[in-house]
């Protein structure tokens, strides 16, 4: 990544201190945004702003690109573990970074306790399944526990307080609140050397604020550029993007799971993989993909110990069972 803007062509001092006080630091972060967020944060002129991120895309080599010159790029992909074998297979090997993955569910399911075990493991080296970066972690609701996130990292035989320091908090008071830090992200990310951002949860502030349908395509519209934001962020900066959503019951729905993620099609066209979670048996969770580009449709069940996220007994013994399998094949 360069934080040099005056590399890009007709950029010279003063519009680059401009760029970087409205907080685009990296030519990274000018390729990815739309002229007109430009125009108005930098305060650049249209013509000025359309030639900056021109030359921004250019260099970053934004342009066509064949087939199999981006199935090079895209091995370049990392993989976060969540420390579950049967959850990282229907993750394809962990929660990938330049995509978005979303987990949703009732509350008490567990999403929570799934980020908080990934703020741990995303700062683990890469042969260990981690990212080597810090973590991001955007609270809307209040339930970012540090002692909890200490309790993960000791159990594991982590230094506890060392896993706290790689962490960034940003506690969220309301929709505009979370709406500015996420504009923050694109110069904190690089600052902070983040491998991986969590906002937890993405709606909850919308859905308490805007309220009735007279206001429901105002709230999507925005809901729906925010999004759009994480993913460009996540593509830009090589890094992970976790989110998580809500459910909302449908009491027309006499038949079937009434349940449904909020956010409506808006956050389901923005999200790359979207893994629903419930409830299973003896304290179990099933996580299940439910859309993804190319992740089969697949479930998994975990269980949620001192150590974070781990494989039930039953769980365990099966996935080594069936790496043996394949081994001796």
């Given amino acids: 990544m360069s934080d040099d803007l005056e590399k890009i062509k007709g950029v010279g001092s003063s519009t680059a201190s401009r760029l970087r006080a ?3 630091t990296t030519v990274e972060a000018l390729a990815v ?21 021109e ?3 250019r260099l970053m080599n934004f342009g066509f690109v064949k087939a199999a010159d981006l199935w090079e790029r895209r091995k370049n992909l990392l993989r ?37 075990m990934l703020s741990v493991t995303a ?3 890469r042969e ?9 972690y955007m609270d809307t609701e209040g339930t970012f526990i540090p002692e909890r996130v200490y309790q993960i990292a000791s159990k594991r035989g982590l230094d506890g307080q060392k896993i706290l320091d790689g962490i960034i908090v940003a506690r969220a008071y309301t929709s505009d609140h979370q709406c500015l830090l996420i504009d923050h992200l694109f110069k904190k990310c690089p600052e902070e050397n983040a491998k991986l951002v969590v906002v937890d949860s993405m709606i909850s502030h919308f859905r308490g604020e805007y309220i009735g349908r007279e206001v429901l395509a105002e709230r ?6 925010y999004l759009h934001k994480l993913l460009r962020l996540s593509e830009a900066y090589n890094l992970a993007v976790v989110i998580t959503n809500q459910v909302q019951a449908n009491p027309a729905q006499f038949y079937g799971n009434p349940e449904r993620p909020t956010g409506g099609h808006v956050m389901a066209h923005a999200c790359t993989h979207r893994i629903h979670m419930r409830r299973g048996k003896s304290g179990t969770r099933v996580a299940k993909v439910i859309d993804s580009p190319y992740l089969p449709e697949s479930k998994a069940s ?6 974070g996220i781990e494989d039930s007994e039953k769980e365990a013994e099966e996935a080594e069972e069936a790496e043996g399998q394949s081994q001796n094949l």
């Fill in 128 to 136: 260990q399944g981690g990212l080597e970066g810090n973590v991001i």
């Fill in 123 to 125: 700062q683990l080296p």
């Fill in 302 to 307: 975990f269980i949620i110990t001192e150590k």
């Fill in 22 to 24: 409205a907080g685009f």
């Fill in 220 to 225: 999507q519209q925005l809901l729906n550029q």
């Fill in 80 to 116: 976060c573990t969540t420390e579950s074998k049967k959850l990282n297979e229907i993750l394809g090997g962990g929660v990938e970074t330049q995509a978005m993955t979303e987990f949703i569910g009732d509350y008490g399911v567990g999403k929570t306790q799934i980020c908080m």
């Fill in 55 to 57: 030359e921004a895309r």
């Fill in 33 to 53: 945004t739309p002229v007109r967020e430009i125009i108005s944060r930098a305060g650049l002129g249209e013509e000025t702003a359309f030639k900056t991120c």
